[in-house]
């Protein structure tokens, strides 16, 4: 009986480590930012601007502003918790092709932004950004399309709740921290000791602007069942775009089908612009 107490209290306080680990590692798991930025648009023949946005409290973010011809659009990209703007070539390629300008910043803390990255200061500089571009390059709200892949779709989705936008594009989606949170600790009581919120469900119920939700069914991360739930919950006008390959390269995969859709998407939003104004006269 000795024997079998020891092994009990050895596995709780084993557990205990884990979980007091897990509670105090929170940040580095949910932010892995690189100072690293190995990559610009000019590598693939793209003009762009660098830019230096000031948030509300003192921070200094770097971005940049990528045009494009004939551009019907803007598009503010918000990306994932790894890595950061510089690892997003590829997706502002494709924005660009589709006519769109860009804007995508460095979350505070990543690549050369100043300031230690906290979830308020993410939310933060997503406004920031969103506000130059309507004072700097006077681009009205009803032209800007935000878009969030992954974390970024919980700050796109924070965003397009507090203001005007075209449309949100909301990628390999989670529901919120906790539960994205308890997928990757199922025996761990993650909810009452999450730090954190980011939850894209409640944020994307108060967005008025239509919502584009795309998803891979094989994403290894963030399960397939999360972008439907979002689906799901949205209230207003909405399209899901299945896409395959994994979470962080599906849209490569996708190809066509990625591209295709969200160009239909955007012909969508068109023309829903043109009858909410037809309807507003």
């Known amino acids: 009986m000795e024997m079998i107490t020891s092994i009990i209290l050895l596995l709780l306080a084993g557990y205990l480590g884990l979980v007091i680990t897990l509670y105090f590692m929170q940040a580095n798991f949910t932010f892995r930012p690189t100072k690293s930025m190995p990559y610009n648009p000019g590598n693939i023949g793209l003009e762009y601007e660098k830019v230096q946005l000031n948030t509300a409290d003192g921070a200094i973010l770097s971005a940049w502003y990528v045009p494009a011809k004939n551009a019907t659009a803007a598009m503010l990209l918000c990306h994932a918790n790894g890595g950061n703007m510089a690892y997003y070539i590829d997706t502002i390629d494709i ?95 993650v909810r009452p000791f999450a730090k954190y919120s980011f939850n894209t469900t409640e944020y994307v119920k108060k967005v008025k602007c239509p919502i584009l939700f795309i998803h891979s069914r094989s994403d290894e991360i963030i399960p397939f069942e999360f972008g439907l739930r979002l689906y799901a919950t949205a209230k207003g006008a909405k399209e899901f775009i299945e896409i395959f390959g994994g979470h962080n390269d599906g849209f490569l995969y996708s190809g066509q089908i990625y591209k295709e859709g969200l160009t239909d998407w955007l012909m969508f939003l068109k023309e829903y612009q043109m009858q909410a104004a037809r309807s507003e006269k």
């Open 95 to 189: 924005f660009n092709k589709l006519g769109l300008n860009c804007l995508i910043f460095n979350y505070r803390g990543y690549g050369d932004s100043e300031g230690k990255t906290t979830e308020e200061g993410i939310y933060i500089d997503a406004q920031t950004a969103y506000d130059w571009l309507v004072k700097e390059k006077k681009i009205s709200p009803e032209d800007i399309i935000i878009f969030g892949r992954s974390l970024g779709g919980s700050v796109a989705a924070h965003l397009a709740s507090n203001v005007k936008a075209r449309g949100l594009i909301v990628e390999s989606g989670f529901t919120s921290y906790a539960d994205i949170a308890q997928k990757f600790y199922p025996y761990v009581p």
